[in-house]
């Protein structure tokens, strides 16, 4: 007969990781999930791994507690319960009840001390008995036949301290967990301890002494005057620390442990439960006892190949490039996994690499592969001499399309949002840091084919909730082929005229030292520029400017305070481009350099298509959309761009205005409609509008106000936002805003109407269904909940210009395939694309780069494209 097994559940703490390990979540009627939803995901992992006969939530049943009356402060320090958690617990309780987990609570006592009784008296009774908390107190009740699971990170990752555990990691028994405790205190319970004792200095003084009171009573013996005096002084405080910190195992208890029999769940209960909290993505997960319904991947077999054969490969295949490098150009492949009909295979590198079989598969356009990140694998392939085709989905983008702010690069992470907890992280396997190391070839292998099979696995479930968010075509047709675009686009990489960077940073170094000087005789004398203490010292002792804001360690002369102090002194300007130049020369110049490829002599610049919550796309090592083109010398570092090839040239396309045109589009404003399509200056017609004057009247200053009020609609402006911009009081820029409004009535509508949606849905959406979850657009937090509001009005519009340009690089891409010129796609910057073209094909490209980006997408008011080109990025403007 199976042994009884009692699974004791810290039902508070369990909670409260949950709520801040994950986003906070919501569902269509705003109700936060988070809480629930990591809770949930924990307990389908328990019941899968544990299989328990029996078990217990417990939950704490109010403020007060019998410790109180031995200590009033006792949990003094806590914070009120974010009310987006407390909201969740009345969910959290229907969901056990539910599943016919029994819950209880008992006034007076905490949870810890209903999990101590029940602990004990199972154990007792010869349970096996397991304790989930995130709390290190239920430590202290380990024993032979109890194990107490403490969450690490989040509230999948724990730690299970066994006595023997214990042992090793502090070199105490289970025992003198409370005196470490009564020493050390915990700030989290308002625990005193004793003042100046940490953990390292409690457990050296157990490990001599053994417990509190043979301490106290042994204190001449302790070494070092301080430590004695202040065991000395906190003898009483340490005793009742100690007291606090012990968890009852004899409270009245009104429920016995035969009476927490777990007997399966209510079926139809939790799957109505899960609709309401639109927890779509764990409905198909439930088998008929609350287990994840996923074979068993503790017993998957797979065949190391040792030589690559066509029976090995199928039309679908479930296919991984193991490269661990973040940077994953040149990186070294460890090994590649193939899961299909035929069986579970890991392909040492060298095999594959050296099999004709392999390359002809790998370059197969029939052969469907659904892969871990695409553009990792083309790209760590094509520089192996391996084309990488017939790519159908890709799991890091149909998880970033699902959830955008959940921008794991880890399959593992992946998998157990979905309920699947037998995979490693990769940190777990490989380390971190100067710790990270490959292990043997048997363990990768293990490795790439479970997180290969789970991909198989969770396919269908990912395909399901794409579906029902209306986001597949944009899964489909727009991202899929999108990471194709830019695994071409980083492979390609961009050439850069080494000579003239050095060139470039030479200069740069003498113009920093000929601004030095000025700097240190406007200052009177020399000092370290860089230092802000220093800094601080000769502008507001020295010179004495008046300090705008201190900090910890003296004078802020951070940029905002500087720039509001321009006015007062001529060294403050000084000092400004001295910071603007030196920035340009290390992070741009010297950042640059290190970057060209020894072999390529290009940069090979990584294109983030699942990190923004907008769908813009980022770019990383180096980032090539952040090089400051405000400052001549910084437009200036774009001449060292050039063409691959002699007699080439930069070509350079930029959607005008796409941003605006978009709020056109999406706020039906006639106005703003009208004047898009008489191709007016839109910033013009703006003053015209909101200043009520003609054309003719319109100043340069009405018409920069009217400038900053149309791009600052776009980024959800506030009345102190556009006073800062323009220099003005909050009240004119309120009064600024509300005539904008006015004059453009449908623009208001569009924000009013994208706040209460959001309010309504819990998210907004772009033009092509892309979605940005919005949780504290309910918060009772002021700054959360107008952040959020922000975000309600511009995310669409950014959004859904993000999409246009992404759209338009695949257009662009299959025209010229289809063309059939040499022309190549090289860079997206913003709203920019940039290209490199022989120089007879400029007159093709000047007809189809703006026909092909001006049809991208349909709107109500025309798209308009300006293009440009030279001999180098710097001269295609």
Not at 747 to 762: F, I, P, R, T
Request: charged share 30%.
């Amino acid at each position: 007969m199976a042994k009884n097994k009692l699974v004791l559940i810290d039902g508070n703490s369990i909670a409260y990781r949950a709520f801040f390990a994950l986003p906070l979540l919501s569902n269509e009627k705003g109700i936060h999930t988070n809480a629930i939803y990591g809770f949930t995901m924990m307990l389908m992992r328990i019941l899968e791994e544990e299989k328990p006969t029996h078990m217990l939530v417990a939950f704490d049943a109010g403020k007060t507690t019998f410790r109180h009356k031995t200590f009033g402060e006792y949990k003094g320090g806590r914070q009120k319960t974010p009310p987006e958690l407390s909201e969740q617990f009345s969910f959290l309780r229907e969901l056990l009840d539910a599943y016919n987990i029994k819950r209880y609570e008992l006034p007076e006592y905490e949870a810890d001390d209903i999990i101590g009784t029940l602990a004990q008296q199972a154990a007792k009774d010869d349970y096996e008995v397991k304790i989930i908390s995130g709390d290190k107190d239920l430590t202290q009740l380990a024993t032979d036949k109890i194990t107490v699971d403490i969450t690490k990170k989040g509230i999948t990752d724990v730690d299970s301290y066994t006595p023997a555990f214990i042992e090793e990691k502090y070199g105490l028994n289970v025992d003198q967990i409370i005196d470490m405790k009564g020493l050390m205190g915990d700030s989290s319970d308002n625990i005193p301890g004793v003042p100046g004792v940490g953990e390292k200095t409690a457990i050296k003084l157990l490990k001599e002494f053994g417990t509190i009171e043979t301490l106290l009573e042994s204190i001449d013996k302790v070494s070092g005057k301080k430590l004695k005096e202040k065991l000395e002084d906190n003898k009483e405080q340490a005793i009742m620390s100690k007291q606090l910190a012990t968890i009852m195992t004899e409270a009245p208890v009104e429920v016995t442990v035969e009476e927490l029999l777990y007997e399966g769940f209510d079926k139809k209960k939790v799957v109505d439960i899960f609709k309401e909290l639109s927890f779509n993505s764990l409905l198909d997960k439930l088998g008929e006892d609350g287990e994840t319904v996923t074979e068993d991947l503790e017993d998957i077999s797979f065949e190391i190949l040792e030589e690559v054969k066509e029976e090995h490969f199928a039309k679908e295949n479930f296919f991984m490039v193991e490269v661990l490098d973040e940077n994953y150009h040149r990186a070294d492949i460890q090994g590649i996994a193939l899961v299909n009909e035929t069986g579970n295979y890991f392909i040492p590198t060298e095999v594959a690499l050296q099999s004709e079989e392999f390359t002809a598969f790998a370059s197969d356009h029939k052969r469907k592969k659904t892969v871990f990140d695409a553009k990792r694998a083309i790209v760590a392939l094509k520089w192996k001499g391996i084309e990488l085709n017939g790519i159908d989905f890709d799991f890091i983008i149909a998880s970033y399309i699902v959830n955008p702010s959940e921008t794991s690069t880890d399959l593992a992470e992946i998998a157990r949002k979905k309920g699947y907890y037998q995979i490693e992280t990769d940190e777990a396997v490989y380390g971190k840091g100067a710790k990270r190391a490959v292990p043997h070839q048997q363990k990768v292998a293990d490795h790439l084919v479970r997180k290969t099979f789970a991909m198989q696995e969770m396919k269908e479930s990912f395909i399901h909730e794409l579906k029902d968010n209306e986001q597949l075509e944009l899964f489909e047709e727009l991202e899929m082929p999108l990471t194709l675009v830019l695994g071409e686009m980083e492979a390609l990489g961009i050439k850069v005229d080494k000579a003239r960077l050095e060139e470039m940073g030479t200069d740069l170094g003498e113009k920093l030292e000929k601004i030095e000087e000025k700097i240190f005789d406007l200052a009177g004398e020399k000092f370290n520029i860089n230092s802000p203490k220093q800094l601080g010292v000769i502008l507001f002792e020295k010179l004495g400017l008046p300090p705008v804001k201190k900090t910890k360690t003296g004078y802020s002369t951070s940029a905002d305070v500087l720039e509001k102090l321009a006015e007062k002194h001529e060294v403050i300007q000084q000092i400004l481009h001295y910071r603007q130049l030196g920035k340009l020369k290390s992070t741009y110049i010297e950042g640059l350099l290190k970057v060209i490829h020894e072999d390529s002599h290009k940069i090979h610049t990584r294109f983030n298509q699942a990190l923004t919550q907008t769908g813009r796309l980022s770019s990383i090592d180096p980032n090539l959309q952040n090089i400051p083109v405000r400052l001549e010398e910084g437009r200036k570092i774009r001449e060292a761009f050039v063409p691959s090839h002699e007699d080439w040239v930069i070509f350079a396309a930029d959607y005008s205005q796409i941003e605006l045109r978009v709020l056109a589009h999406i706020a039906n404003d006639e106005k703003l409609i009208e004047a898009f399509k008489e191709d007016a200056d839109i910033h013009t017609k703006t003053a015209m509008d909101v200043f009520h004057v003609s054309e003719d009247e319109v100043t340069s200053n009405m018409r920069r106000q009217a400038k900053a009020v149309n791009f600052g609609i776009v980024y959800g402006i506030s009345d102190y936002g556009l006073s800062q911009s323009l220099g003005i009081t909050r009240k004119d820029a309120k009064i600024f805003i509300d005539r904008y409004l006015e004059s453009f009535p449908g623009v208001k509508e569009y924000m009013e109407d994208s706040v209460l949606d959001a309010k309504d849905k819990g998210y907004v959406t772009t033009l092509l269904h892309r979605r940005r979850y919005l949780p504290e657009i309910t918060s009772s937090n002021f700054n959360l909940r107008s952040f959020a509001e922000r975000t309600a009005m511009n995310t669409p519009i950014q959004g859904s210009a993000a999409d246009i340009i992404k759209k338009a690089m695949i257009d662009m891409a299959n025209r010229l395939e289809e063309e059939n010129m040499k022309s190549k796609v090289l860079l997206q910057v913003h709203d920019e694309l940039v290209f490199e073209a022989p120089k007879d094909e400029i007159e093709k490209l000047k007809k189809i780069v703006p026909e092909v980006m001006e049809q991208a997408v349909e709107l109500k008011v025309p798209l308009k494209v300006d293009y440009s080109y030279g001999s180098t990025w710097y001269d295609a403007k």
